[in-house]
């Protein structure tokens, strides 16, 4: 089911941080400040911002912008060190900000998220109990053994996170909810997070996905900013 379609007024089932990651410039839009490029009207950064509104703390993890803060929102600001090394070590940078015990990672270039969508990533995480988790990184087998496993997980089997799943079948690190204490084992077990792939998290985390079509999509190039503006525009 995407997400998108299950019913948004509910309370949130657990407190929850958010971490936006939000990097400069873009080649492949010509240098541009590319989260900040408009999506029907609003800049992708803006619209992804206001998609943590129930979070108890949201932070962006990259330079200082102009942006929409909700009514209510507390919003805080950080880098990762040194600027520019990458979104793992952004992740880590953001993990400093916050308490809750579950912390919603989103990309900043996907401006189709909403609050619906991310109360649903919060709601899917707390449906599964905590995984007691291990002391070694896992490789790239461990990885393989457990991919056909993930879509079958019920309710009752121990996840660390939730990551929507996107129409071409790739799970996205960069758009779900996680637990605090899954994140910062992780990160300890693998040391230096700069310039690491974020595959690195996920192989070492035991996690469900939700599909979500519309909302996993991200823009990395003008056409794909150009689509996500038709469908922000048609579904106003």
Aim: proline content about 8%.
């Amino acid at each position: 089911m995407n997400p998108a379609s299950e019913p948004g007024s509910g309370p949130v089932p657990a407190a929850f941080d958010a971490v936006v990651l939000a990097g400069g410039a873009a080649r492949r839009f010509g240098g541009a400040d590319k989260v900040l490029l408009p999506v029907a009207g609003r800049s992708m950064l803006d619209r992804v911002v206001a998609a943590c509104v129930r979070a108890e703390s949201v932070v962006v993890v990259g330079p200082e912008r102009a942006v929409r803060v909700p009514p209510g929102m507390r919003l805080g600001w950080t880098r990762e060190t040194p600027p520019g090394s990458g979104p793992l070590a952004a992740v880590a940078a953001g993990l400093g900000a916050g308490s809750a015990a579950v912390v919603v990672v989103l990309a900043a270039d996907m401006p189709l998220l909403d609050a619906d969508v991310v109360r649903s990533l919060v709601a899917q995480l707390c449906r599964h109990p905590a995984d007691d988790g291990d002391d070694d990184v896992r490789d790239e087998r461990d990885e393989r053994d457990e991919r056909d496993e993930r879509d079958e997980r019920g309710g009752d089997t121990p996840v660390d996170a939730v990551l929507l799943l996107d129409a071409d079948g790739r799970n996205q690190p960069l758009a779900a909810a996680y637990r605090r204490s899954a994140l910062r084992r992780v990160l300890a077990l693998l040391g230096d997070p700069r310039n690491q792939p974020m595959r690195l998290l996920t192989r070492n985390l035991r996690f469900a996905t939700l599909p979500a079509d519309r909302a996993a999509r991200d823009c990395d190039t003008p056409q794909e900013l150009a689509e996500a503006d038709d469908l922000a525009r048609r579904e106003r």
